[in-house]
């Protein structure tokens, strides 16, 4: 199996939260000196989530999670 590289994941998180939210501005990811990687979207309308981690697979993988509880939190209801 093909390791997954950061763009696709950045891609599938940007398709997920594109079909649930709709408008998404941004998904992506940079480093920052004092808090390590960070991984970011942001929309236009909603407020924009943030997740940090010791790598940049550790911070898009947090992401993702956090995307998928909003949406199956809301499925729920």
């Known amino acids: 199996?093909?390791?997954?590289?950061?763009?696709?994941r950045i891609e599938k998180i940007y398709e997920m939260a594109k079909a649930h939210f709709g408008e998404v501005r941004f998904v992506g990811i940079k480093f920052h000196d004092k808090i390590g990687w960070v991984a970011?979207?942001?929309?236009?309308?909603?407020?924009?989530?943030?997740e940090e981690g010791e790598s940049?697979?550790?911070?898009?993988?947090?992401?993702?999670?956090?995307?998928?509880?909003?949406?199956?939190?809301?499925?729920r209801v």
């Not at 199996?1 to 696709?8: F, H, P, S, V, W």
């Open 1 to 8: 199996m093909a390791k997954k590289t950061n763009a696709q």
């Open 40 to 50: 970011k979207i942001q929309f236009d309308n909603y407020d924009s989530l943030i």
């Open 56 to 75: 940049a697979e550790d911070a898009l993988r947090s992401l993702k999670k956090r995307v998928k509880k909003i949406i199956n939190r809301y499925n």
